[in-house]
Nanobody
Framework: QVQLVESGGGLVQAGGSLKLSCAAS????????MGWFRQAPGKEREFVAG????????GYADSVKGRFTISRDNAKNTVLLQMNSLKAEDTAVYSC????????????????????WGQGTQVTVSS
């Protein structure tokens, strides 16, 4: 049974930082590209960041580029999202997702490409 469990969310002031973690189990982690998505109340789920299987290629939404960094530790089956210079508009439930792929250097931004999803962790940024 595949499980993706996020942690690290919380309440932070604008300008602050948080580091989210996603622990994966029940899958071959190195066969999966990983992604972070977020959904704010009343809004559609949106792509935040993606990382390839080998961790060498990453992609970001324009709204977080230069502030967020995605990384993965294949030895620990974990994907991380370092969030700096947080803004009130970053407030959302953040979820990690996984998708098996044969392409070691590809990352994906479309939610429909992902098969496995975590339950999410709340991030609230106060202004």
């Amino acid at each position: 049974q595949v499980q993706l469990v996020e942690s690290g969310g919380g309440l932070v002031q604008a300008g602050g930082s948080l580091k989210l973690s996603c622990a994966a189990s029940g899958l071959t982690f190195t066969s999966n590209a990983m992604g972070w998505f977020r959904q704010a109340p009343g809004k559609e789920r949106e792509f935040v960041a993606g990382i390839s299987r080998n961790g060498q290629n990453t992609g970001y939404a324009d709204s977080v580029k230069g502030r967020f960094t995605i990384s993965r530790d294949n030895a620990k089956n974990t994907v991380l999202l370092q969030m700096n210079s947080l803004k009130a508009e970053d407030t959302a439930v953040y979820s990690c997702a996984a998708t098996q792929t044969t392409y070691s250097s590809f990352w994906y931004s479309s939610s429909s490409r992902y098969v496995y999803w975590g339950q999410g962790t709340q991030v609230t940024v106060s202004s």
